[in-house]
């Protein structure tokens, strides 16, 4: 496998002039930051620190996801399948092209109305990489009363 070890999906926000773990919700507007260290303002919650903010608060709000290619098809990495039982471990995927017929050719099952996953050796993913994707700070529905 190359040299990015796959890390599924999460968000960061850069709070303060630090990143943070981060979660999306419940609200619109909300975000949780964590840490595994006690920061001024966070709360003692299971083991970690959480504080809770508006997006409007943060300098930065970044989706991470791992992304490669399976079959020359592109496919997001979701998980690290350890394998367990015996089984050699592998990368549970999700097929993010566009076309099902090929998804299915391909190995990957339905899991949902459009959506397709697959366990694959870990070998069999090429061009795995983590992309960064900028999250807009203004909720969605700010967003639209914007655009009108």
């Not at 981060?22 to 504080?51: C, H, K, M």
């Not at 990368?91 to 090929?102: E, M, V």
């Given at each position: 496998?190359?040299?990015?070890?796959?890390?599924?999906?999460?968000?960061?926000?850069?709070?303060?002039?630090?990143?943070?773990?981060?979660?999306?919700?419940?609200?619109?507007?909300?975000?949780?930051?964590?840490?595994?260290?006690?920061?001024?303002?966070?709360?003692?919650?299971?083991?970690?620190?959480?504080?809770?903010?508006?997006?409007?608060?943060?300098?930065?709000?970044?989706?991470?996801?791992?992304?490669?290619?399976?079959?020359?098809?592109?496919?997001?990495?979701?998980?690290?399948?350890?394998?367990?039982?015996?089984?050699e471990?592998?990368?549970?995927?999700?097929?993010?092209?566009?076309?099902?017929?090929?998804?299915?050719?391909?190995?990957?099952?339905?899991?949902?109305?459009?959506?397709?996953?697959?366990?694959?050796?870990?070998?069999?993913?090429?061009?795995?990489?983590?992309?960064?994707?900028?999250?807009?700070?203004?909720?969605?529905?700010?967003q639209?009363?914007?655009?009108?």
């Amino acid at each position: 496998m190359s040299e990015n070890e796959p890390v599924g999906l999460g968000f960061v926000a850069r709070y303060r002039d630090r990143e943070y773990a981060a979660a999306v919700g419940p609200g619109s507007d909300d975000v949780v930051l964590f840490s595994e260290t006690p920061q001024e303002g966070f709360t003692a919650a299971g083991g970690y620190w959480r504080l809770r903010v508006s997006r409007s608060e943060l300098e930065q709000l970044t989706l991470l996801r791992t992304v490669g290619a399976f079959g020359g098809e592109p496919c997001l990495v979701l998980d690290e399948d350890d394998g367990g039982d015996g089984r050699e471990g592998g990368l549970h995927i999700a097929y993010t092209g566009h076309n099902g017929l090929k998804a299915e050719a391909l190995g990957y099952w339905l899991v949902d109305h459009g959506a397709y996953e697959v366990v694959v050796p870990r070998d069999e993913v090429h061009a795995i990489r983590v992309e960064r994707v900028p999250v807009p700070l203004a909720p969605a529905d700010d967003q639209e009363s914007e655009d009108r």
